[in-house]
């Protein structure tokens, strides 16, 4: 709960990663909706307490979500929806694309991950046809 900053414009998340690095991933309002609703309920309680809770099997103990449990739920779910191969990292790789897509800088995208390098990060630039992003890759030397 402590890595969660929510104020009137924007909520904040401090991810820890790999490599033990911290992210801070900006959410605007109008983005963050389901993020309020959810902080809303879930109370503020202890600093030190998950944001996102799962419960394992009927009846069983709250506990943190974890990756592992994140990358089920998106598996599972891309399944029910026909999409094979959808996956957590997936929808990093997407939204980064997209971001990118839309305007933002690669300088702000790497923050937002947490790469080290530029380079990294360029790794997720697409070439355009037209509007419409595809799916090969600008190669960086």
């Not at 959810?38 to 943190?64: I, P, Q, S, T």
């Not at 300088?107 to 697409?126: A, F, I, P």
Request: proline residues 2%; hydrophobic residues 40%.
């Amino acid at each position: 709960m402590s890595d969660v900053e929510i104020t009137s414009s924007r909520i904040t998340l401090r991810i820890r990663g790999k490599g033990n690095r911290v992210r801070t991933v900006p959410f605007e309002s109008r983005h963050a909706l389901p993020l309020r609703a959810w902080a809303k309920l879930r109370g503020d309680d202890d600093a030190g307490a998950a944001f996102l809770l799962a419960r394992r099997g009927v009846g069983g103990a709250v506990r943190g979500m974890t990756v592992a449990s994140i990358d089920y739920i998106v598996r599972k779910t891309g399944r029910a929806a026909g999409l094979d191969g959808v996956h957590a990292h997936l929808l990093r790789h997407s939204a980064a694309s997209l971001a990118l897509h839309g305007g933002a800088t690669v300088v702000q995208v790497r923050d937002w991950l947490g790469h080290s390098s530029v380079l990294t990060t360029c790794r997720y630039l697409h070439a355009t046809e037209g509007d419409r992003p595809t799916t090969s890759y600008v190669a960086v030397r």
